[in-house]
DNA sequence: GATGAATGAGTCTTCATTCAT
DNA sequence: CATGAATGAAGACTCATTCAT
């Protein structure tokens, strides 16, 4: 189970105890096996319910599993990453790579944490345009704006270069993605050293985005 | 169709017509839809043939997707690759810079024409370890060498910093992977502007990597 | 049709009316054509159900035909041969050529009407040593000590002589069954004289078993 | 292997060697698993022939099948029968027990070693009336005179009562069927003393059959 | 004679979905 | 709200049979 433990708690009010029983049997099953991989059988059964209980409040399997993907990016991962990036940005950094540091370890850790609702938005996001367009849009309301104003902040106390804000969020995401796709989806099982290789990449980043002083290991 | 015209001449020479038409007819469905999402009818209408005569060549259809797996890592993917990269390694260059940028504009290039490949691939090589293993054996057999060489004559003349190799490799690879998974896969329709974003990470990437007097832009 | 009309009232409560249809059609079918022999499909439609409701039941072919093989044992074949041969053991009789021609054709009479029930039986018990098992189980629990205590008494009356009650039972069965295989299943449309050879059968078991003043034809 | 070493011998001398390999094979494999169970690409398999060549010699499976079980009855079964019990019906019996015994023993050794050929035709004689008619014709052709004749010698020497052979006949049979169908087919696996059996089964049907002074154990 | 690729109807089974209760 | 029996279409896979070579 890679349920985030705090993020249990943000719920749905309006679920009955079923219904939400459903919901994260759903999330479960399709993280595991794919949209057409998992049967409403198999969900019903993990869930508790009968099967036609499914398609009273989900009208069908796609619907379903597309109400789980938005909801997922709407209550889970950005209320999540929020939450758990906010004391990071809180701070002011005189050494831009401690910043990046503790930024990529800690999303390394919620992405570990939360491979079940990745791997949802994974599957369903290069298909389905709405998705595509709501998620860029919850990141620009509730996540750009925080990093762009500590971006902005460090810049001018002269501590990051005075680039592009949307390249450094891009470049530093990518980064990050990057390796997580092969430490996570590609190649879990091979012996990685977390410390050692985001030591590297954020030291080549540092190389091309902090002011001169911040000298590389 | 994307698939890549230099691709379609690397053939199998033991095939009939009839399982070569299904072969393909099956790599561009799994790649569209997914293993579950993909039927057998649909893939034998495509390949004009009878269904039955799916299993007798390849026994079930799990078979026929590993072997496509397989096959594509290693009769598709590897010798484009090896084809590709090879004269862009031969030369030496001044300034490792215009090495990266060459590179990231061809890889992506690949990744792009290549997609019903890799998409095969991705389903597949996070639950697969035969799968994993038998990709990181060909890349470290076929591609690490060649790159590897390069990277060391070009350390020698001074024009890269003398970092251990593979995590060079490693940190080139996971940033070109993190902007194909966001440019190819989740936000195809975004407007990209390729040039400037390589231009953007190959500087980053440098600054790190090359040796002082290669200037950022 | 010949399934026996006072066994239909042997039921099985916790059927639902369809559940029920399915198993008596395949019962029909299976009797008539063989395990793999039968479709499911043709099953369903003499059941007049649709064709997956089969495996919400029985879960696959080859279960419900077991089922049906043990339920006959023990619901159907166990229980009618236990209330046909009741009154006939009940009685005492001077002469046990009298009591051995009634049970032959009591039996011959209850295999005509019971084919169905038994050439399933015949088809699995050979290849089914669970269900070799569970026949002689409950032979020797509810037939054996009816027929045994019956054969006892009339050898402590002197009609029988002192055999081995194991034997006496063995030898007259399997008379029975000899002449049951050819009389039903190998050439039922010979023209038979049962009551003839009934009649021969049983005057040469009574020489061998009776005791002394009983004579022959 | 069940097949009877010296009825190898009985050939078909009109069939070429592949021919020969898939009636074999053919009969094998239907005598395991019926004949829907067996599938004509199992029976090329195990011939070690293209599955087409079945159909170039023998039309379909069901005929295959059939000429089978005509030719199990006439090139098998009747001549190794023939061969067997000649030498037993051409001496002359004091007491008709030893006669009785031995042949219960020829017959049960006889059913062991060619369980083959019998499943085969059990299987199809009860549907095929052509078939039924076809071994009853051989029967009386072939087996009945030379027991028949055997009969009335032993009759007119007073060893054997002068009951109508066809009766005597068919009395034998049936219980010889009987005790074989159930030791062979049925409950293969059970603990028989086939001795004690054979000798209790002959003391009673001599005690019917033969003169008086041929005293029982 | 012999092969085996190819067919297409058929098989068992699963599954999303509906509906009476 | 909740159940689970029931449906029917579709799924993967098998198999007897044909045919070009």
Redesign the interface.
């Known amino acids: 189970m890679d349920i985030d433990k705090s993020g249990e708690e943000i719920n749905f009010p309006e679920m009955t105890d079923k219904q939400r029983k459903i919901y994260e049997s759903a999330l479960e099953i399709f993280a595991q ?5 998992a049967s409403t059988g198999e969900i019903a059964k993990k869930a508790g319910v009968a099967e036609g209980l499914i398609f009273k409040h989900f009208k069908n399997k796609k619907t379903l599993f597309q109400k789980i993907a938005f909801a997922v990016v709407e209550k889970t991962l950005i209320p999540l990453t929020v939450q758990r990036i906010k004391s990071l940005l809180e701070k002011d950094y005189s050494d831009i790579r401690i910043f990046l540091t503790l930024f990529f370890e800690e999303r390394l850790d919620f992405i570990k944490s939360n491979q079940s609702f990745l791997r949802i938005i ?1 599957q369903e ?2 298909f389905d ?1 709405q998705l ?1 367009n709501f998620a ?1 849009e919850q990141f620009e309301l509730k996540i750009f704006p925080l990093v762009n104003q500590f971006l902005k902040r460090h810049q001018e106390k002269g501590i990051l270069k005075p ?1 592009d804000t949307a ?1 450094i969020i ?2 530093t ?7 997580a ?2 430490r996570v ?5 091979k012996n990685w050293d977390d410390k050692m ?1 985001i030591q ?2 954020v ?7 902090a002011m001169g002083n911040q000298q ?1 290991a």
Chains 1, 2, 3, 4 share one sequence.
């Open positions: 096996k794919g949209f057409s991989g994974l996001i290069s345009t595509q860029r680039l390249v891009r470049l995401m990518s980064s990050l993605l990057g390796y796709v092969l989806l590609l190649f879990p099982d290789e590297s990449t030291d080549i980043l540092c190389a091309g985005m590389l």
